[in-house]
């Protein structure tokens, strides 16, 4: 059964550092793109970046380049998501997610979402 | 970039009525388009996908339909538990960025 199981709920302060995480089981973890979207308070979802674990290709959506971190550790099955200083704006539900099959295949598996706030 | 219109924005229905969901694409999708159900509390789940094949295990009364740039999603007789926000989402370009629609709330009437 495949399964994506995410970090839990992370309480932070503006400018601090954190990374959260997606652990895939089930499956080939090198074969599939991991995905990861947002979703602030009260708001729709919205993609932040991909990355193919097989050879650690990373796209980031232009909304959030340069802002976020996407890594995968292969020996684990584990994708990361990864900010150098919060900001307030940060505050959001973050889910990973991945394909049913390869390319051209809709987003089937869902992680259960890790809910990251950021407060002075 | 494909641009996706979901209307309306908020769907009030009473139970055991018929909800029609719409959502447009700014461009052709052909069939690539996904439909996700997200109750209160709770992530997205994979309702439709290939714009009319229901995923495992969803009810019968969810239906999709369209091709192109038009496509609907519909609860054939509304539940209380259908109470969500819905989501359409194409899958036919790459990288996704901007594939989601904005949503659509149901509402219990």
């Known amino acids: 059964e495949v399964q994506l199981v995410q970090s839990g709920a992370e309480v932070k302060k503006p400018g601090e550092s954190l990374k959260i995480s997606c652990k895939g089981s089930g499956y080939s973890f090198m074969s599939y793109w991991i995905g990861w979207v947002r979703q602030m308070p009260g708001k729709g979802l919205e993609w932040m970046g991909v990355?193919?674990?097989?050879?650690?290709?990373?796209r980031y959506s232009p909304s959030v380049q340069g802002q976020v971190t996407i890594s995968v550790d292969k020996s684990t099955s584990t994708a990361y998501l990864q900010w150098r200083s919060l900001k307030a704006s940060d505050t959001a539900m973050y889910y990973c997610?991945?394909?049913?099959?390869?390319?051209?295949?809709?987003?089937?598996?869902w992680g259960q979402g890790t809910l990251v706030s950021v407060s002075s | 970039e494909i641009v996706m219109t979901q209307s309306p924005a908020t769907l009030s229905v009473s139970p055991g009525e018929r909800a029609t969901l719409s959502c447009r694409a700014s461009?052709?999708?052909?069939?690539?388009l996904a439909w996700y159900q997200q109750k209160p509390g709770q992530g997205p789940r994979l309702l439709i996908y290939?714009?009319?094949t229901r995923a495992t295990g969803i009810p019968a009364r969810f239906s999709g339909s369209g091709s192109g740039t038009d496509f609907s999603l519909t609860i054939s007789s509304l539940q209380s538990e259908d109470l969500a926000v819905y989501y359409c989402?194409?899958?036919?370009?790459?990288?996704?960025?901007?594939?989601f629609g904005q949503g659509t709330k149901v509402e219990i009437k």
């Open positions: 290939g714009a009319s």
């Open positions: 997610v991945r394909r049913y099959l390869g390319s051209g295949s809709y987003w089937y598996y």
């Open positions: 990355i193919y674990p097989g050879d650690f290709d990373t």
């Open positions: 989402q194409q899958y036919s370009t790459w990288p996704p960025w901007g594939t």
């Open positions: 461009q052709s999708v052909s069939s690539s």
